[in-house]
């Protein structure tokens, strides 16, 4: 039987539809978690402003929360863009700086140790990131860092695995810092905490546990980052959300989501993604993205890779035997 030709138009849903179902997933599931409303991180970025948006049309703006929590090396904008969807929507929102309490436990120092070991010039006025390279060439994933001295001197050289670990396990203080404010003001206001990563997120581990991947739901789990932008203009949010590339936000220097971590930009990578759920050749792929066959194919064993070497972040806590003759509900 013939199938359709892969291409973008094959990500587009019913906006209007999806809106509804979503809203009544919102309204069963703080039924059945007995929540009187959601919690979330606001990044200014589209995912969290969509999820955002889809709680106020299920709840109402009263039942809705948002924090902004920036710290040394947030971007300006994210702060601001945050605040315009807050202020938008109606819904109370608060601002935590988590620098000083980042300070604190030592994740820019642990940080600035591990960037020292690699570029022995490096002071914290420096400003970095890391990249990823390898995999679209079929060749074994690998980070580089990357750096820029005060005077606009930029470095780079390969990151020897101890240090990027070291670099990754400091920065994801980040993540489950903000995280614990979140479910802080969950129970204090009785409500659920949102999770808000896409589908290509969430399928290819992009998420830091009992960081960003701790959630009570997460409402877009199931959609391509293309549908998440669709959501985004048809629920009305400001251009400067429904524009803005991904980004990490976690570095100082500006960083893409595809530099970091995913093999292409987001609209190849959910082509890629959806030919990959749908059994489409690399051959077919490489029509759909304007690249070689070999090209296509490493794309796609790097979505095998990723949902491999990530699985663990998936996993609920290993258990001696079960504890539950049949999972409660909700579980996963």
Same mark, same amino acid.
């Given at each position: 039987?013939?199938?359709?030709?892969?291409?973008?138009?094959?990500?587009?849903?019913?906006?209007?539809?999806?809106?509804?179902?979503?809203?009544?997933?919102?309204?069963?599931?703080?039924?059945?978690?007995?929540?009187?409303?959601?919690?979330?991180?606001?990044?200014?970025?589209?995912?969290?402003?969509?999820?955002?948006?889809?709680?106020?049309?299920?709840?109402?703006?009263? +039942?809705?929360?948002?924090?902004?929590?920036?710290?040394?090396?947030?971007?300006?904008?994210?702060?601001?863009?945050?605040?315009?969807?807050?202020?938008?929507?109606?819904?109370?929102?608060?601002?935590?700086?988590?620098? #000083?309490?980042?300070?604190?436990?030592?994740?820019?120092?642990?940080?600035?140790?591990?960037?020292?070991?690699?570029?022995?010039?490096?002071?914290?006025?420096?400003?970095?990131?890391?990249?990823?390279?390898?995999?679209?060439?079929?060749?074994?994933?690998?980070?580089?860092?990357?750096?820029?001295?005060?005077?606009?001197?930029?470095?780079?050289?390969?990151?020897?695995? +101890?240090?990027?670990?070291?670099?990754?396990?400091?920065?994801?203080?980040?993540?489950?810092?903000?995280?614990?404010?979140?479910?802080?003001?969950?129970?204090?206001?009785?409500? =659920?905490?949102?999770?808000?990563?896409?589908?290509?997120?969430?399928?290819?581990?992009?998420?830091?546990?009992?960081?960003?991947?701790?959630?009570?739901?997460?409402?877009?789990?199931?959609?391509?980052?293309?549908?998440?932008?669709?959501?985004? +203009?048809?629920?009305?949010? #400001?251009?400067?959300?429904?524009?803005?590339?991904?980004?990490?936000?976690?570095?100082?220097?500006?960083?893409?989501?595809?530099?970091?971590?995913? =093999?292409?930009?987001?609209?190849?990578?959910?082509?890629?993604?959806?030919?990959?759920?749908?059994?489409?050749?690399?051959?077919?792929?490489?029509?759909?993205?304007?690249?070689?066959?070999?090209?296509?194919?490493?794309?796609?064993?790097?979505?095998?890779?990723?949902?491999?070497?990530? +699985?663990?972040?998936?996993?609920?806590?290993?258990?001696?035997?079960?504890?539950?003759?049949?999972?409660?509900?909700?579980?996963?």
């Amino acid at each position: 039987m013939n199938r359709p030709v892969l291409n973008a138009d094959l990500l587009a849903i019913d906006c209007e539809a999806e809106t509804a179902r979503i809203a009544a997933f919102f309204v069963h599931t703080l039924r059945t978690f007995n929540k009187r409303g959601v919690v979330l991180g606001l990044s200014g970025g589209v995912d969290s402003s969509v999820c955002a948006a889809l709680a106020v049309r299920a709840l109402g703006p009263q +039942r809705v929360f948002g924090l902004l929590m920036p710290e040394r090396d947030s971007s300006g904008s994210s702060a601001s863009l945050g605040a315009e969807v807050a202020q938008q929507l109606g819904i109370g929102h608060a601002v935590e700086n988590i620098a #000083p309490a980042l300070d604190a436990i030592g994740c820019y120092r642990w940080r600035d140790d591990a960037v020292r070991a690699v570029l022995p010039g490096y002071t914290p006025e420096w400003k970095i990131k890391l990249a990823i390279s390898g995999g679209l060439v079929g060749g074994i994933n690998h980070f580089k860092l990357i750096a820029q001295s005060p005077d606009g001197q930029m470095s780079e050289a390969r990151l020897p695995l +101890r240090e990027y670990l070291q670099i990754v396990a400091a920065t994801n203080h980040k993540q489950r810092l903000r995280k614990t404010l979140e479910y802080f003001h969950a129970d204090r206001l009785n409500y =659920a905490v949102i999770g808000t990563p896409n589908r290509l997120e969430y399928d290819q581990g992009f998420f830091v546990k009992n960081g960003d991947g701790s959630a009570d739901l997460k409402p877009i789990g199931h959609l391509y980052k293309t549908q998440v932008y669709a959501l985004a +203009r048809h629920l009305g949010l #400001p251009e400067a959300v429904c524009n803005a590339a991904p980004t990490t936000d976690t570095y100082s220097l500006p960083q893409g989501q595809d530099e970091f971590y995913f =093999a292409l930009p987001w609209a190849q990578m959910d082509l890629a993604l959806w030919a990959r759920n749908h059994g489409y050749s690399a051959e077919e792929l490489a029509v759909a993205l304007g690249c070689t066959a070999e090209q296509a194919a490493a794309v796609l064993t790097d979505i095998d890779a990723k949902r491999r070497t990530t +699985r663990y972040l998936h996993a609920r806590p290993a258990l001696v035997e079960a504890v539950f003759d049949h999972p409660p509900e909700n579980a996963a």
